[in-house]
Structures are given as structure tokens and as C-alpha cells.
């Protein structure tokens, strides 16, 4: 069939990876697509393992055309150091904080990576700023990221400066982190439930939680057993 690429055949392979780059430097460069630039990103780190080169387009993407993706990414070099972007947790921060308020496909990612740097403080010289972590955890979790939602709980539970401790919240978050799969926060909500740790007890609910729990930390263990298989 013309067009296929016989995968098998070393020539044909290269021939196609170097068609690619210059198609997706062709939108990247060109016509200015900022969905073309994260393309030669993804290319330069995927494909050739060029981080270096992957960092600078998103250096580029991220700062003149505010792609979420390529925000987030950026955002991820600098915690590291990856591709010779400098290792700085306040550049990462902005990174994330940009992707976050973009709303992108890796936005509640972002936010929620926002919200970490925040709560422990490492976004601005070990100042942590409770509030406004609980802030970005909110934005995270109303996107259905459950990490998030189990971190709003346990702020809820705990207590902290500018957060104050409310059991109500500690549950409704539990819960739905627990709805979306998070094993610990089935358990959290399951104690509460059992406590009546300042809510109405019930050992029904108590239970059934307990039960999702268990069967969530089955499935992680079968499936890391899956993976080293």
C-alpha cells in the first residue's frame, strides 16, 4: 500500500523519523503552530533524545505562545536540570502555574505540581503558603485529579495556617478522591466513617470503603506484578 512504512526496514524507518522532524519543524517554524512545536518537542525528546533541543522549543512555545503542554514540560526540566535549562524550583513554579491557568490537556497536572511546591514551601525559599496551595489543589481536583483531592483532605484534616481544620471538607474530598481511585483516601474516609471523627458515624459506609480500599490495593499489586512480569 503506498504511503506504509515497512517498520522492519532500517532505511525506511530513518527515512520516515527524518521526514517527521522536518514536517513538524515545518509548523513549528513556519506556520507558527504552537501544536507543531510541542509535535518537534515531543520528536526531539522521544525520538532523538535530544533534550537539549526539546528544551529549547518549549522554552520558546511556552513563553511566546503560552501552550499549556509545552508550559508543563518546561516546568518539569527545571526541577531537573533537564536539557541544560537551569535547575530552579521558582522557574518550574511559573512554568507550572502558566500550564495551569491555560487549561490544557496537562493543566491539572500542573496545578496540582503548583499546589506541591506551594504547600512545602520550595516555590519561594521555604515560605510555604498554605492557602493558595489549597487554592491550585481545588483546580486540580475539579479536574478529576485525584492526588489532589487527597491532599485537600488531609489539609482538612490536619489544619494549617490559613486552612482551618474542617472534617465536613476532610470527608467530601476523601470521597472523591476515593471515587476516582486513590486506595488511601477510601481508608482515610473509611476511618471517619468508623470514628465518627466529627461526622455522624456509620459502619455501613465504614465498611464499604474499607472493602474499596482493599480491592483498589489488589489491583495495584497485581498490576505491579503484571509490570515486572
Not at 190 to 195: A, F, H, I, P
Request: hydrophobic letters at 30%.
Amino acid at each position: 500500500m503506498a504511503g506504509m512504512v515497512n517498520f522492519k526496514n532500517e532505511e525506511e524507518v530513518k527515512q520516515f523519523l527524518d521526514n517527521l522532524e522536518v514536517e513538524y519543524r515545518y509548523q513549528c517554524h513556519r506556520e507558527k503552530d504552537p501544536e507543531g512545536c510541542q509535535r518537534l518537542a515531543d520528536y526531539f525528546e522521544g525520538i532523538k533524545k535530544n533534550y537539549e533541543e526539546a528544551a529549547q522549543v518549549l522554552k520558546h512555545n511556552c513563553e511566546v505562545n503560552g501552550h499549556s503542554e509545552s508550559c508543563y514540560k518546561l516546568g518539569a526540566y527545571h526541577v531537573t536540570g533537564k536539557g541544560g535549562v537551569a535547575e530552579c524550583l521558582k522557574k518550574a513554579y511559573s512554568c507550572f502555574l502558566k500550564s495551569c491557568n491555560s487549561r490544557g490537556k496537562s493543566s491539572a497536572n500542573a496545578c496540582h505540581n503548583a499546589a506541591l511546591l506551594l504547600h512545602d514551601g520550595r516555590a519561594f525559599e521555604d515560605r510555604p503558603d498554605f492557602n493558595s496551595a489549597r487554592r491550585y489543589y481545588e483546580r486540580a481536583c475539579e479536574q478529576d485529579f485525584a492526588p489532589s483531592c487527597f491532599n485537600l483532605s488531609a489539609m482538612y484534616i490536619q489544619g494549617t495556617s490559613g486552612v482551618s481544620k474542617d472534617m465536613e471538607l476532610a470527608l467530601k474530598f476523601s470521597l472523591r478522591a476515593c471515587e476516582l481511585g486513590h486506595v488511601w483516601a477510601c481508608a482515610n474516609a473509611s476511618r471517619m466513617y468508623k470514628l465518627g471523627d466529627g461526622i455522624v458515624p456509620d459502619e455501613q459506609k465504614a465498611e464499604e470503603l474499607k472493602n474499596r480500599a482493599k480491592m483498589l490495593h489488589g489491583q495495584m499489586k497485581e498490576s505491579q506484578l503484571s509490570f515486572g512480569k
